[in-house]
């Protein structure tokens, strides 16, 4: 290219404006933009707030009583929400009301920095088309006390304003002619209900139809202290506000310095919670008015049994305002609402001792769980929390001095079966009381609450525990003799393992293998129907290593007077010991049974004791004296 040349230039880029189908949008703005036609009410009665609050910033001087009033004609259908705020001029409504995006209330913020202020994005009247076929605004401003103006539209694309007669006082009522689907919202009744819930935190006073009473006519009590004690101010505000279950302790949510301004007040519930079981209730206002109903995950995942109201005007609403922001002043609540939990447990349990044990008995389990989120809940339970027992709920402390001055030698023993079972059984033979490990967080808890006492933790069903629990012999058995006590008292798939353990009067416990037992239930033919496949990949990976063949193992108790005996008579020859030998099988079978355990047939165990009596009975020497079938009346003075 020679240097006189130029490459022509681009040609300009052509900008084109993008274009809004005003119908579809007002259409899905006002109809899908929320999840329930309720939030019309809120937004409705948000408007009438914000109005209140900018005729005080505008005339604060001015007399000025703030009211909002709500009414319903069940019979017209129709429902009007009335304040007595700044109202609007004739612009106003051309510039705020009828265009969408466009609020007065954010751009009065953003002037003034108030943080009394509600409303955000210049959606919320559009709700209004959500519920009502018809829509009428009747508005005089406080700036043109004289000047009445009427807004009308239906569907929201298209509206009227005509001049009319001024309002006696400065304000705004909006009318809702409802569709037919919505006709419901204009009983009163419900209209308090609805708005009891969303305008609770409300500093105006928001009245249903004529009522005297405001529907937020409730104490707050961290925005004014009330007289008498303030805890006793908390409880009857958790007991209005709960709407589950009744609290059974209170505490507060303060502003954190640095952190969050949020405020209010946590509770705790009662109402049982089961591990899976989620009861969180939390209900965020932003600035007074209600903006998420089911706030739950603000609270951590382990608090189950907490309810609670918070107020904040540094979160973030969605478009909606029904939802918040996952921004960082919602990962700082968290923290702040996680730590307030923290405190107020700490404080129930070191100042008021009858509602911290009421907690413990109705939360234990869920607070196993918490106390290994947080080592500061750990510290607070560990040795007051219950565990479930075989011997009923007891802390970890009494469940290891319980075992202290028995056979447990001052050990946690945790089952991991799941219920009765030989461990419950060998345990209740023993008199030590044996935790049940199946249920939810015990088995964690245990294992820490020992590391941090430096006490043993014998786990039942597991390798290492049975090891502790079912001891080698002193020396081992002929293999003559295990043959035969193999044969006459094991069952197909049950391994024989001669041990000594306690008690002694206890000659043998059937173990079943919890590896076998799994593998047998994911093998069945309708495992895949009812178990998800990654869980069943995981569960068959981990029970590849065993073979399946021994489902239980037969500790046979040498230190047993019973074993002991048994053997002598069968190293003599003694033809009483398979007559024996029967009755122990017999033994092990309805032991097994009622434990739970696969050990047998329980109708040839029985039989099999009838004929062990009968073998017996049929070796009395003869001219001992007959049993009588009852005893005869006893003579005065003569012993039982």
């Known amino acids: 290219m020679s240097e006189g040349l130029r490459p022509d230039p681009a040609p300009a880029e052509e900008l084109r404006t993008t274009e809004v189908d005003l119908g579809g949008l007002v259409s899905v703005l006002a109809t899908h933009l929320y999840s329930t ?170 009245h249903v139809g004529e009522d005297e009473q405001p529907v937020n006519n409730v104490p707050v009590p961290w925005r004014q202290p009330v007289p008498g004690d303030q805890y006793e101010a908390r409880m009857r505000f958790a007991t209005t506000f709960g709407r589950r279950f009744e609290p059974l302790t209170a505490f507060p949510v303060d502003p954190v310095d640095g952190g969050t301004d949020a405020i209010g007040l946590l509770w705790v519930q009662d109402g049982g919670t089961y591990g899976s079981s989620d009861n969180r209730d939390l209900s965020v206002h932003l600035r007074g008015m209600l903006l998420a109903e089911d706030a739950r995950d603000l609270l951590p995942g382990w608090a189950g049994f907490i309810g609670g109201v918070i107020e904040s005007s540094r979160l973030t609403p969605t478009a909606s305002r029904e939802d918040l ?82 056979a447990g030698g001052g050990a946690v023993h945790v089952a991991l079966g799941s219920g009765g079972g030989f461990e419950e059984m060998l345990y209740r033979a023993m008199q030590v009381p044996i935790a049940r490990g199946d249920r939810y967080a015990v088995l964690p808890f245990l294992r820490r609450y020992c590391q941090l006492r430096g006490c043993r933790i014998v786990e039942l069903g597991s390798a290492s525990g049975n090891r502790e629990l079912f001891r080698d012999p002193e020396r081992p058995l002929p293999a003559e003799e295990g043959a035969w006590l193999c044969a006459a008292l094991a069952d197909e798939g049950e391994q024989l393992v001669p041990a000594r353990f306690d008690p002694p009067g206890l000659p043998l416990v059937l173990v079943p293998d919890r590896e076998a037992e799994l593998k047998a239930r994911i093998e069945d033919d309708q495992a895949d129907a009812r178990i998800p496949s990654a869980a069943l990949r995981l569960a068959r990976a981990f029970t590849a290593r065993t073979d399946g063949e021994v489902r239980a193992r037969l500790y046979l108790n040498l230190a047993s ?11 003599a020859g003694h033809t009483g010991s398979a007559t024996a030998a029967g009755l122990l099988r017999s033994l092990k079978v309805i032991m097994a049974t009622a434990s739970g355990s696969a050990g047998g047939d329980l109708t040839a165990a029985l039989a099999g004791i009838g004929t062990a009596v009968s073998a017996l009975t049929a070796a009395v020497p003869a001219g001992l004296p007959a049993v009588p079938d009852s005893p005869g009346p006893l003579s005065d003075g003569e012993p039982a």
């Open 561 to 571: 007077p019973a074993v002991q005996d048994l053997l002598t008579a069968y190293r």
């Open 37 to 206: 036609p309720l939030v019309a009410l809120r937004e409705l009665v948000q408007n009438a707030h914000d109005s209140h609050t900018r005729r005080r910033l505008e005339d604060p001087q001015g007399a000025h009583r703030p009211l909002i009033r709500v009414r319903g004609d069940a019979a017209r259908a129709l429902v009007s929400i009335e304040d007595t705020g700044a109202g609007l001029t004739e612009p106003e409504i051309h510039a705020y009301l009828a265009t969408v995006g466009t609020g007065y209330t954010r751009l009065l913020r953003e002037v003034t920095g108030n943080d009394e202020l509600i409303g955000a994005f210049g959606l919320g009247f559009l709700s209004a088309f959500s519920v009502a076929r018809e829509v009428t605004v009747t508005t005089t401003s406080h700036r043109e006390p004289d000047l009445g103006h009427r807004y009308r539209s239906r569907g929201g694309e298209q509206y009227s304003v005509e001049p009319v007669a001024a309002r006696p006082t400065p304000g705004t009522v909006v009318e809702l002619a409802l569709k037919p689907e919505h006709a419901h919202l204009a009983d009163e009744y419900a209209l308090r209900e609805v708005l009891a819930r969303y305008c609770v935190l409300l500093p105006i006073p928001v």
């Open 325 to 406: 922001q996952r921004d960082d002043h919602y990962r700082a609540l968290q923290q702040t609402l996680t730590d307030a939990i923290v405190a107020g447990l700490h404080e129930t349990a070191r100042l008021r001792p009858a509602a911290w044990r009421r907690i413990l008995a109705r939360h234990g389990q869920d607070l196993l769980g918490a106390a290994l989120c947080d080592d500061r809940l750990f510290t607070l339970l560990a040795d007051d929390v219950p565990v479930p027992t075989s011997q009923g709920d007891l802390t970890a402390g009494a469940l290891r001095a319980a075992s202290e001055g028995g």
